[in-house]
């Protein structure tokens, strides 16, 4: 998969393009706000398989030993894309990528309180 960076090197701004084989797809994530331990939006845009407009947002909340987080990816099913949602569970299809991106931030942040 190839990723080109553009914009600010961090917070709003910030983001990349991607190109990858037909499972990866191709598209662009830009941050449109980043509120300090408490939220990052960002524009996800899907140019291949399917073309979507997913806003993103990450919520950060303080409880006793850490950090929750919320992950919320919302957008329409339009063309193809709303025919797809017919027959598909989205939850089944990208729920393991959540649990997987969400465990790899963990990681993240445990080594770097080490």
């Known amino acids: 998969m190839s990723r080109r960076y553009f914009g ?4 709003a701004g910030a ?18 706000e980043s509120v300090p331990a408490t939220r990052i939006h960002i ?17 950060f909340r303080p409880v006793p030993g850490g950090t929750e987080v919320t992950w919320l990816m919302t957008g ?3 063309g193809l894309g709303r ?5 598909m569970h989205m939850d089944k299809m990208v729920g393991a990528d959540f649990e997987r991106g969400l465990a790899a931030l963990a990681s993240t942040v445990a080594a770097g309180k080490s």
Request: aromatic residues 14%; positive net charge; charged residues 20%.
């Open 43 to 59: 524009r996800l845009e899907f140019t291949k398989p399917f073309k979507a407009l997913n806003p993103t947002t990450f919520t």
């Open 15 to 32: 983001g990349y393009a991607w190109s990858g084989n037909r499972k990866a797809g191709s598209g662009t994530m830009e941050i449109l």
């Open 8 to 11: 600010s090197e961090s917070g």
């Open 83 to 87: 025919v797809f949602a017919l027959f």
């Open 76 to 78: 329409e099913n339009k």
